[in-house]
């Protein structure tokens, strides 16, 4: 059964496996975390999936209104959604057979984190992606 994980080393496999990142709740507005974190995750190697119903392209990439609708796996579903919303984007997550999640600083839903674990996809929880990438990985080459 998977877990929420907490420590360095699990973040840093989790980080250093996955390929391919669902940014959910990506947003066009540079002020915004999401953005930020998105272009230091592309930056890093990673391909950015976003994820916004309300846009077609992020920064020139194809947006989907939902991970479903990608047709594609998704490694990390990266969550910048309010905590009432999550449950909604980990079920997504679940049916597109996604890997893992990951919801950003703040970013709390008790429900979810339970959802996650019973359907076998590992869990970071109130965590930022790229403040972990950058002081857990780094400095190593980039992800390709």
């Not at 592309?42 to 999936?49: D, K, M, R």
């Not at 979810?112 to 930022?128: F, H, K, M, Q, Y």
Request: proline share 6%; glycine share 6%.
């Amino acid at each position: 059964m998977s877990t929420v994980l907490t420590s360095d080393a699990e973040i840093r496999t989790l980080l250093q496996s996955v390929r391919s990142i669902a940014v959910v709740g990506l947003s066009e507005r540079r002020s915004r975390p999401s953005f930020g974190v998105a272009e230091y995750l592309i930056e890093s190697g990673y391909e950015v999936i976003p994820i916004n119903p309300h846009i077609d392209r992020w920064q020139g990439i194809p947006a989907f209104p939902s991970i479903a609708s990608t047709g594609r796996k998704i490694d990390l579903v990266d969550v910048f959604r309010r905590p009432e919303f999550v449950l909604d984007v980990v079920n997504d997550a679940i049916s597109a057979n996604s890997t893992a999640i990951w919801t950003q600083l703040g970013v709390v839903n008790d429900e979810a984190t339970r959802r996650s674990i019973e359907a076998g996809l590992p869990i970071v929880v109130d965590r930022c992606t790229a403040i972990e990438h950058r002081r857990l990985i780094a400095g190593s080459e980039p992800i390709r």
